[in-house]
């Protein structure tokens, strides 16, 4: 008898309503996944891009439904994603100082190693990786 093997990195993901309050049950996603790896101390961060990412697809997609993920990509590497049947891409908009929106990616941008997207015919994924420190 032959025993099932992992196949990729661990992974977590869900399926989720296009609505604001869904920014909670991502943020709740996200911290389980990275401390139940170990990875607590990215926790701060990581809710905070998956909140910005899920309400960027709430407020500029006609969505439905949005799928979130978060992946160990490698031992010292994470990958959020929001993904929407959208095919607007994100872009990072100049504000100005008394602006009360259009700070998301930004937050985005400062609190990730990298971020970027991943166009599908049918939508795109919006993704940003966070790095664990060096020691």
Known sequence: ???PTAVGPPA???????????????????AAALNTWGMGELADAGTLIV???????????????VRVSVRRVTN?????GVTDRSPALPKMDLVAGGDETGRGLMMVDALSHRWGYDEMRWGK?????????PC
């Open 1 to 3: 008898m032959t025993r």
């Open 51 to 65: 909140s910005e990412l899920v309400g960027n697809a709430v407020r500029h997609t006609p969505c439905r439904l």
């Open 125 to 133: 994924t919006v993704w940003a990786e966070l790095a664990v420190p």
């Open 76 to 80: 010292d590497l994470v990958r959020i």
């Open 12 to 30: 977590y993901t869900e399926t989720l309503p296009c609505k604001p309050e869904t920014a909670r049950r991502a943020r709740l996603l996200v």
